[in-house]
């Protein structure tokens, strides 16, 4: 019996596949909890409406990831931290502080955790830091550092 799956199923397939199963445990275990429906002309059809539709909304947001990566590149990023006379900082600067810094200078909101800093940023200066914005996009761009 075909059924497209409307939820994971362990060993047996993930959300939107059309999966081949016996038709005892599409009757008693798939249909009734809800997990598969049957695979008719209409049920295939709307799946395929909206496996299109999600690769365009995919194709969109790699799109505007390159875009913004783009921008984040070409940006000069400052973060204003309190530091010794002697360069070194009192704590240090986290990707929150990053994230601060993307948003007044570009105006976008960019989650913490996708800021990646390779090493503590503890003293004045130019650093390297990395922006996760999508699962094949990845933005470099360079922090400074400056005393507030």
Same mark, same amino acid.
């Given at each position: 019996?075909k059924?497209?799956?409307?939820?994971?199923? *362990?060993?047996?397939?993930k959300q939107?596949?059309?999966?081949?199963?016996?038709?005892? =445990?599409?009757? &008693?275990?798939?249909?009734?909890?809800?997990l598969?429906?049957e695979?008719?002309?209409?049920a295939?059809?709307?799946?395929?409406?909206?496996?299109? /539709? *999600?690769?365009?909304?995919? /194709?969109?947001a790699?799109?505007?990831? *390159?875009?913004?990566?783009?921008?984040?590149?070409a %940006?000069?990023?400052?973060?204003?931290?309190?530091?010794?006379? &002697?360069g *070194?900082?009192?704590?240090?600067?986290?990707n929150?502080?990053?994230?601060d810094?993307?948003?007044h200078?570009?105006?976008? &909101?960019?989650d913490?955790?996708?800021?990646?800093i390779?090493?503590?940023?503890?003293?004045?200066?130019? =650093?390297?830091v990395?922006v996760?914005?999508?699962k094949?996009?990845?933005?470099?761009?360079?922090? &400074?550092?400056?005393? %507030?």
């Amino acid at each position: 019996m075909k059924l497209i799956l409307l939820s994971d199923v *362990k060993e047996l397939g993930k959300q939107g596949e059309v999966v081949d199963v016996a038709e005892g =445990y599409a009757r &008693n275990f798939l249909l009734p909890r809800k997990l598969a429906t049957e695979a008719d002309k209409g049920a295939l059809a709307v799946l395929e409406s909206q496996k299109r /539709a *999600k690769d365009r909304r995919d /194709a969109q947001a790699l799109t505007d990831a *390159k875009e913004l990566a783009q921008r984040l590149e070409a %940006a000069q990023l400052s973060v204003k931290a309190k530091a010794g006379g &002697n360069g *070194k900082l009192f704590g240090a600067v986290t990707n929150a502080d990053v994230a601060d810094a993307i948003s007044h200078t570009l105006q976008i &909101n960019v989650d913490k955790h996708k800021i990646e800093i390779k090493a503590a940023i503890k003293a004045l200066g130019a =650093y390297p830091v990395e922006v996760r914005l999508h699962k094949s996009v990845l933005a470099k761009t360079t922090v &400074n550092v400056v005393a %507030a």
